[in-house]
């Protein structure tokens, strides 16, 4: 299966750049849904060996691949969380939801 690269063209310096910068599959030869796929195993399988094997895909490209989406979650984390101005409420609120939320999983 052959990934196609989509490019678009800036509207303002007219450059075209690859629609996946950005994102956790920019330059992944692998189809977006197979690594997603693989990704979405890990915590039912439980092993990085283990996905490998159901997936046919190498142990270090799983490894590759969780720490490319690891990375990114990070730098998503921060960006969107930082300088938070919740009152005591709010937060208050956030850990209700989580506890309820654990209390039923």
Known sequence: MVKTIM???CKTCKRCFSETRGTIFFEL???????LRALSMIPEKGSI?????????????ICRW???????AEEFTIYF???LT???VEVDEIWSYIKKAKKYN
């Open 86 to 88: 919740l009152t005591r």
């Open 66 to 72: 969780l720490e490319i989406a690891g990375t990114h």
């Open 29 to 35: 030869n692998t189809p977006d849904e197979e690594v």
């Open 81 to 83: 969380l930082k300088n």
């Open 7 to 9: 490019f678009s063209l």
């Open 49 to 61: 060996r283990g996905v490998a094997r159901a997936t046919g895909h190498g142990k270090d490209t």
